[in-house]
């Protein structure tokens, strides 16, 4: 009797493992396109299971390879699925291939799963406007569209009234302009391109101490805010209440960000990342102006 049951048990373990789900996994990256130096990104793994059975990963910190290391967060969806976040960033451009860490799936026996994985490509652009594509003359010509209503006599008049009445606009206004504004006006079109210096023979924390610094200082000269005194989280709203575009905000506050996890949170980036925090430094003044 006790050896029917033994068999008995075998044979239900051995059905059970055949109708056990192999584990699968499918990756994304968000956002998929459009990212940029110090852009945060999100690799997302998401692990299909049978029911009780739980992910395993076991490093806290995961290499990631020319990107940011990270800290993966675990976090079950359902009984069935377990979702994995890479959070990382880039502080220099190109495709990178990201090799993620093993993943395995323990089994109610206790036995592990291992589940492949794909590497994953993250494409990542600069914010410099030298990368930019120039926008084609798209604009048609109206006059040309079968339904137009004006002649070309009459196009023609209105072109040249309205060639008038600029002109004397234009020219009233150099009169009225006094020289101190002309020269200002000058002084900004003769304004060269913001660049900034790091000191290789200086520690990480106080090369991104200086950085931060100077780009606080150029800030307050250019938006008259106490630049210095304000946090990373507060300096983008007051940026904001100066009138300072949406692109500066973004990576004023990218920068400050990365410098004080630097300064203040132990981060020791490499060369090659604290070049990409001085290439966003600069294109925060990329058309030389404020």
């Known amino acids: 009797m006790t050896r029917l049951v033994v068999v008995l048990a075998a044979l239900l373990l051995g059905l059970s493992a055949a109708h056990a789900q192999e584990p699968a996994a499918q990756v994304e990256v968000e956002p998929f396109v459009g990212l940029t130096v110090g852009d945060p990104v999100s690799i997302r793994v998401t692990i299909s299971h049978d029911a009780g059975e739980s992910v395993v990963l076991d490093d806290s910190l995961v290499d990631m390879g020319g990107m940011e290391p990270s800290a993966p967060v675990i976090r079950e969806i359902s009984e069935m699925q377990t979702l994995i976040v890479f959070g990382t960033r880039s502080f220099s451009t190109g495709t990178f291939e990201v090799t993620l860490p093993p993943i395995s799936v ?21 914010v410099l406007a030298d990368d930019a594509q120039p926008r084609p003359n798209t604009a048609p010509d109206l006059l040309e569209a079968e339904d137009r209503t004006f002649t070309p006599w009459i196009v023609a008049i209105i072109g040249i009234g309205l060639g008038f009445v600029v002109a004397r606009i234009a020219r009233g206004r150099i009169r009225t302009a006094s020289p101190a504004e002309s020269q200002v006006g000058q002084a900004a079109e003769a304004r060269p391109m913001v660049t900034f ?12 101490r200086r950085l931060s610094a100077s780009v606080r200082s150029r800030l307050g000269d250019d938006w008259s805010l106490p630049a210095d005194a304000l946090t990373a ?14 692109v500066v905000i973004l990576r004023v506050t990218r920068l400050i960000e990365a410098c004080d996890r630097v300064q203040f949170g132990g981060e020791q980036p490499t060369p090659e990342r604290l070049r990409g925090y001085r290439q966003l430094a600069e294109a925060i003044w990329e058309d030389g102006t404020p």
């Open 106 to 126: 323990r089994r109610l026996d206790g036995s592990l799963n291992a589940v492949a994985l794909s590497p994953v490509l993250v494409s990542i652009g600069s």
């Open 197 to 208: 210096e790091l000191d290789e023979s200086l520690d990480a924390a106080e090369q991104c």
């Open 233 to 246: 989280s507060e300096i983008g709203p007051a940026l904001a209440a100066a009138g300072a575009p949406g």
